[in-house]
C-alpha cells in the first residue's frame, strides 16, 4: 500500500507539473541545460544517488486498439502505450538559472531507461524500446518513458461457450537485468487505461486489471465476442439445415428423391462442421459445446437417414410376405392391444356396422373401423395394399370380430411403411427440438 501510495503521488506531481504555465524561456536555455546535465551524466547507472537503494518504476499500459484475435493460433495482437514512470535524482534542476524551464524533451539514447520485455511474446522475446522516442523530464526528475507500439502475445482461449464466450488474456512485462533489490516495477493503476481505444467490431473489451508477482507486470484484459455473425451465418443456418434433414420423412416414396435429399442435407452439415473447427483452437480441453451440438446434429440426421432405408426397404418389400405380428400392431395401432382380445371393440364393431337389412358398410363406416385399431383410416385407401372389396368381403363373411386376425390379414409392409414415416417424423423432430434447447440452455446459463 505504501509503494501504491507513493506512486500515485509521483503521478500526481507529474501531471502536476506538465500541467503548469511554463515561463518563457529562450532555446538557448534549453541548449545549455542539456549540455549541463548531459556532460557527466553515466546512463550506464540507475539514476539514483545511493546505489544501494531500491528504485520503484510506476507502469501502465494504455491500451489504443485489438488489432487481430487468432482463436485457433491462440495470439492477440493489440495497438498500445506501456508508460513508465521514475525519478532520476541525478537529471535535476533550479529552473530559475534556465530560464524557467520546469520540463524537456530528451532522446532516450541519452538517458538511462529500464530495459522492459514481453515475456509472452509471440515469437522472439526482445526488448521494448526505440531510439526515435523521447523521454519528458521535469526540473523535479521525474521522468515519463512510453513506448508505443504492435504487440503480439499468446493468449490462451477457451471457447466452451463459443459464440458466446469470454476470453481473458494477460500481457507480462518484466524488467530485466535488475533484481528485486535494485529495481522495482509497480503498477500505477488498478485498470488498464483507455484513453484512444477503439472498439473492435468483434470483441468487446468488458474489464481489465494490473497486478505485479514482484518481477512481472501483468496486464489483464477480458474480451467478450460479439456473436451476431456467427449466429446468422452459421448457427441458424445449421439448426435450419438440422430440422430440413427430419422432413425427408414427407417426401413421397415414389418420388424417389428421398436418399439424394438425405445426403444433401448430411453433406452441407460436414460444411458447417469444417466451418466452424477452423476458426477454433485444435485442443482437446476444453471443447467447445457448439463442436458437440454439431456433432449431435450430424449423428442425429445420420439415424434418419439410415431410418430412410430400413423404410424403404418396408415399402418395396414382396407383397406376398406378411408383416409380422409387432408391425402389424404397430401400423394398425394396437401395440397396446395386441397381447389380449379386445371384447370390447369387437362388441362394438358387431353393433355399429351390422344394421340387420344386410347392407354393406360406406366409405365412412369401413374408416371408422380402421380407426377403432388401426392408424391405416388415414391413408388412401386402395393404394396402400387392401380395398374396398376386402373390406365388403370381410364384413359380409362376419371376419370384422376378431381385430388381430383382420387387422393382420389388411396390413401389408407398405402400410407399415406409411405408419414409420409418420412415426419417424414425430420422433426426430422431437429429438432435434430437445437437442436443440439442450445446447441454448447450457449455453446461456454457463456463459
Known amino acids: 500500500m505504501t ?15 506538465l500541467a503548469m504555465p511554463s ?46 484475435f487468432e482463436e485457433k493460433d491462440e495470439r492477440i495482437s493489440y495497438t498500445g502505450i506501456l508508460i513508465m514512470l521514475w525519478k532520476d535524482e541525478l537529471f535535476t534542476w533550479d529552473p530559475d538559472k534556465y530560464g524557467g524551464v520546469k520540463n524537456i524533451e530528451v532522446d532516450s539514447t541519452r538517458l538511462w531507461i529500464p530495459h522492459i520485455t514481453n515475456t509472452n511474446a509471440v515469437g522472439s522475446v526482445d ?8 523521454v519528458n523530464v521535469t526540473y523535479q526528475g521525474f521522468v515519463t518513458y512510453g513506448v508505443g507500439n504492435v504487440f503480439t ?10 459464440p458466446w464466450d469470454r476470453q481473458s488474456c494477460e500481457f507480462n512485462f518484466l524488467l530485466v537485468n535488475y533484481d528485486l533489490s535494485k529495481l522495482a516495477p509497480w503498477p500505477f493503476s488498478k485498470t488498464v487505461m483507455t484513453n484512444f481505444y477503439e472498439e473492435n467490431r468483434a470483441w468487446q473489451l468488458l474489464n481489465s486489471s494490473i497486478t505485479t508477482d514482484g518481477t512481472i507486470t501483468i ?36 418420388s424417389g428423391e428421398r436418399i439424394s435429399f438425405c445426403l444433401t442435407v448430411l453433406l452441407s452439415i460436414a460444411v458447417f462442421l469444417t466451418l466452424v473447427s477452423e476458426t477454433l483452437p485444435r485442443v482437446s480441453e476444453p471443447m467447445s459445446y457448439f463442436s458437440f451440438y454439431l456433432v449431435s446434429v450430424l449423428i442425429i440426421n445420420v ?3 439410415l431410418a430412410t432405408i430400413i423404410n424403404l426397404r418396408f415399402y418395396f418389400a414382396d407383397e406376398e410376405d406378411k408383416p409380422g405380428r409387432f408391425w402389424t400392431c404397430f401400423a394398425g395401432g394396437i401395440l397396446c392391444r395386441c397381447n389380449t382380445k379386445n371384447t370390447k ?23 371408422r373401423v380402421l380407426r377403432n385399431g388401426s392408424i391405416l383410416c388415414h391413408n388412401n385407401i386402395g393404394s396402400h395394399g387392401f380395398t374396398m372389396d376386402d373390406i365388403h368381403t370381410d364384413f359380409e363373411n362376419n371376419s370384422l370380430g376378431d381385430d388381430v386376425n383382420n387387422i393382420k390379414k389388411l396390413v401389408t409392409w407398405k402400410n407399415v ?31
Request: glycine residues 4%; hydrophobic residues 40%.
Open 3 to 17: 509503494k501504491l501510495a507513493t506512486g500515485r503521488s509521483l503521478l500526481v506531481i507529474i501531471l502536476l507539473t
Open 23 to 68: 515561463n518563457c524561456h529562450d532555446i538557448s536555455d534549453s541548449v545549455r541545460l542539456l549540455d549541463d546535465k548531459l556532460s557527466d551524466y553515466n546512463k550506464m547507472l540507475r539514476p539514483i544517488r545511493n546505489q544501494s537503494d531500491t528504485l520503484t518504476v510506476l507502469i501502465g499500459l494504455d491500451l489504443v486498439s485489438i488489432q487481430e
Open 127 to 134: 526488448q521494448i524500446s526505440n531510439d526515435w522516442q523521447m
Open 153 to 162: 502475445s499468446s493468449c490462451h482461449v477457451d471457447v466452451t461457450y463459443y
Open 219 to 254: 496486464f489483464r484484459i477480458e474480451l467478450g465476442r460479439r456473436p451476431q455473425f456467427v449466429i446468422v451465418n452459421i448457427i441458424l443456418p445449421m439448426i435450419l439445415l438440422s430440422f430440413l434433414g427430419v422432413f425427408n420423412f414427407l417426401i413421397p416414396i415414389e
Open 303 to 305: 439415424c434418419a437417414t
Open 345 to 367: 371393440a369387437k362388441a362394438k364393431t358387431e353393433q355399429t356396422y351390422t344394421d340387420g337389412q344386410g347392407k354393406s358398410p360406406s366409405v365412412n363406416d369401413t374408416n
Open 417 to 447: 411403411s406409411t405408419a414409420s414415416d409418420r412415426f419417424l417424423f414425430v420422433l426426430f423432430l422431437l429429438c432435434l427440438i430437445a437437442d436443440t434447447v439442450i445446447f441454448f440452455t447450457t449455453i446461456s446459463s454457463g456463459s
